[in-house]
């Protein structure tokens, strides 16, 4: 998690106390949201191999922890490829592009899992979201299609954390101004953002009372933010390459 979570709970008053957590990995946000009065999470994880790992994991914290193996589908049960690469927290229901370059990571096994549309599951299995007023995810590029799996239950919430990419670090994955433009027409609007030098990074979007206010100025703002963002983020990935390539001709010459 790229953003503080201190900093987030004390610059928004009313930010939650319960958390839907979507792509639970081993639950690397444990520590941050023990350490922030974090007192309910519900934790959503689609490989099952990491499932009992994550139950171990949380074993060590007193919040109440719910967890959850299901793959995210914006369809309901429709079957669908799980690509899982050695670099475990790559693994996606897409296919690498420039992570592969970033990560050096590939994918070493597929599995056909049946997805399931969050909306149905909750429902289905009577599964309340009352005070859940925050969702994170960290999805590898699938944000988009689990956030329209929501349907009508994305009303519950107020704010959403989320992984962000600029450009296709997965085949046909979500990008930033997709998300911008999907939650705004649902009356959120991103209030904070932070990018690496490897063009993806997190951005926290705030539920706005007054959607009116939400209008074509909103819109263009947002454009003109993503191309700053995406300035920022290259300026540091070639500053990155700058510095590595230092390093190279030192160490070739020292030797």
């Known amino acids: 998690m790229l953003l503080s979570f201190s900093h987030l709970k004390n610059k928004y008053p009313n930010f939650p106390t319960k958390i839907l957590h979507l792509g639970a990995h081993l639950a690397e946000e444990a520590d941050d949201y023990g350490a922030n009065g974090i007192t309910d999470v519900i934790w959503v994880e689609g490989n099952a191999g990491l499932i009992d790992g994550l139950k171990t994991k949380l074993e060590n914290y007193e919040m109440n922890s719910q967890i959850h193996n299901i793959m995210i589908s914006e369809k309901d049960k429709e079957e669908i490829i799980f690509n899982i690469t050695d670099f475990d927290q790559s693994s996606s229901i897409l296919e690498p ?140 990935y070639y500053y990155r390459l700058m510095i590595s390539h230092a390093y190279n001709v030192y160490y070739k010459f020292k030797s």
């Open 97 to 236: 592009a420039l992570t592969q370059k970033f990560h050096k990571t590939t994918v070493v096994k597929t599995q056909k899992v049946i997805g399931r549309r969050l909306e149905d599951y909750f429902q289905e299995n009577q599964i309340s979201l009352s005070g859940y007023k925050l969702v994170n995810l960290d999805l590898q590029g699938y944000e988009l299609p689990a956030l329209k799996s929501f349907g009508n239950l994305l009303e519950n919430f107020d704010f959403i954390m989320t992984e962000i990419n600029l450009k296709e670090l997965y085949k046909n994955g979500t990008l930033l101004k997709e998300l911008d433009r999907f939650l705004l027409q649902r009356g959120f609007v991103r209030k904070e953002t932070f990018v690496t030098g490897n063009f993806w990074g997190d951005a926290l979007y705030v539920r706005k009372s007054n959607r009116s206010m939400l209008s074509f100025v909103t819109k263009q703002t947002s454009r003109f933010n993503i191309k700053y963002y995406l300035i920022i983020s290259s300026c540091k």
